[in-house]
Structure formats: structure tokens, C-alpha cells
């Protein structure tokens, strides 16, 4: 068990790029959260899989956000012309069914 | 899913006991506390959650009161690791939902020597 692994852990881009996100949750777990945390905040939700069903969105995830689970293993959550906004601490988690959360540690978007 | 009151931020010792009060008044049947930790630059940490008995493990102890009304974590013997900042979580426990965490904005706990 190592863990939930996100990659990059920092990106940086111009306003308008597109950038695409991984998340490799611990094995054998059918739930994947991805949230989004700005400065001083909380992370709030973004989205849930259960195995590769995307089952739940937030309004927060506007029409420039994609995310992904295909075969209920990786995520990629990618986000298409980027926003100064969009600048924020992105983190996945996942758990086995309703056991508890575990995040990784964030992928850090720079928006520039 | 029902919100929690938590202190913005408070101090402790290193050594003492550093006791997290949480309010979470309009908790339901099926909803679980559950505290999350947060130390800069990583993802938040799981500590402990329980649904109305109190709850010890290698981390720390959740003590919730009987009215589930309000919950208080404590970390025996804080350290200077434990600073961080602390999130309490009411979680619906629910089939055919997503039981996601919503965090508020959690206490700041800064131990000091």
C-alpha cells in the first residue's frame, strides 16, 4: 500500500493551455474523489467515481473540466483553456467503499 | 450534509494534551464525525471518526457527547509535528450517494515549545 500518488505535484501554465491531471488511487479501492483547495480554504468537491462511473459533479465543475476513470483504476482530471482561476491545490482520495478517505498529497496549478 | 463550528485557530503546548472542540448541532441519525488533519503542503491526513461512542486509536481520541450535539478530539501529548490545521466532518453515510467529506475551514493548531 503506497498510498494515493497524484502527478504532476506542480504544474505551471499560461492562461489558456490545457492541462490534464493523474491520480492512481491505493489498489483495490472503487471510490475516487477529486476536490480542488485554494489558499486558506478547505478543499471543496469536485467530483466522485464509484469503479468507472462518474455518479456525482459539483457546480464547480464548470464545462472546462473533464474528469476520467476508465477500467476504475486511474483518474485524470483535465482542464481545457485555463483560467488564472483555475490556480489552485487539486487532490484526489480514495476510499473502499465507505471506509475513510485517503488523499494524496495535490497536484499545484499555477495559472499564468 | 449537516455543517460543524470549529475554533479558527488555537495554541498548545508541546507535551499537553491539545483538546479540538467541534460543533455540530444539526447532525442526523446516519451522519459520522470524522476529523481530517492538514499540514502545509499535503493532503489532509485521516485521524479518527465514530458515530455516538467514544473512539481511541494510535493518533488520538474522539469523545462525543451524548446528544451528538458536539465532539472534541484530543491529542494526548501533542507535539511539534501536530501542528496543522484540524477539520472536523459530519459524513452521510448513505448507499447511493457519494458520502463525500465537505470541510469547512478547520482550527489551526500551532504547538509551541
Known amino acids: 500500500d503506497t498510498g494515493v500518488s497524484q502527478d504532476p505535484r506542480h504544474k505551471i501554465t499560461k492562461r489558456g493551455q490545457n492541462v490534464t491531471f493523474r491520480c492512481d488511487p491505493i489498489?483495490?479501492?472503487?471510490?475516487l474523489y477529486w476536490y480542488r483547495q485554494t489558499l486558506g480554504q478547505g478543499p471543496e468537491f469536485l467530483t466522485y467515481f464509484q469503479n468507472e462511473a462518474q455518479l456525482e459533479k459539483s457546480r464547480l465543475l464548470s464545462d472546462r473540466f473533464s474528469a476520467e476513470r476508465p477500467k476504475g483504476s486511474f483518474s485524470t482530471l483535465e482542464i481545457q483553456r485555463t483560467e488564472q482561476g483555475d490556480s489552485a491545490m487539486y487532490l484526489c482520495?480514495?476510499?473502499?467503499?465507505?471506509?475513510?478517505?485517503?488523499f494524496g498529497n495535490g497536484t499545484r496549478l499555477t495559472v499564468t | 450534509d449537516a455543517k460543524t463550528t470549529q475554533p479558527p485557530s488555537m495554541d498548545c503546548a508541546e507535551g499537553r494534551a491539545a483538546n479540538l472542540p467541534c460543533n455540530h448541532s444539526?447532525?442526523?441519525?446516519?451522519?459520522?464525525v470524522y476529523w481530517y488533519r492538514q499540514i502545509h503542503s499535503q493532503g489532509p491526513q485521516y485521524i479518527i471518526h465514530?458515530?455516538?461512542n467514544n473512539e481511541t486509536n494510535e493518533m488520538a481520541s474522539l469523545i462525543i457527547t451524548e446528544d451528538r450535539k458536539s465532539s472534541t478530539l484530543i491529542l494526548p501529548h501533542a507535539t511539534l509535528r501536530d501542528t496543522a490545521v484540524y477539520y472536523c466532518?459530519?459524513?452521510?453515510?448513505?448507499?447511493?450517494?457519494?458520502?463525500?467529506?465537505?470541510f469547512g475551514t478547520g482550527t489551526r493548531l500551532q504547538v509551541t515549545l
Open positions: 444539526t447532525i442526523s441519525g446516519n451522519e459520522y
Open positions: 482520495a480514495s476510499s473502499l467503499g465507505f471506509s475513510p478517505l485517503h
Open positions: 489498489s483495490e479501492h472503487n471510490r
Open positions: 465514530g458515530l455516538k
Open positions: 466532518i459530519v459524513r452521510l453515510v448513505n448507499t447511493g450517494t457519494a458520502s463525500k467529506l465537505t
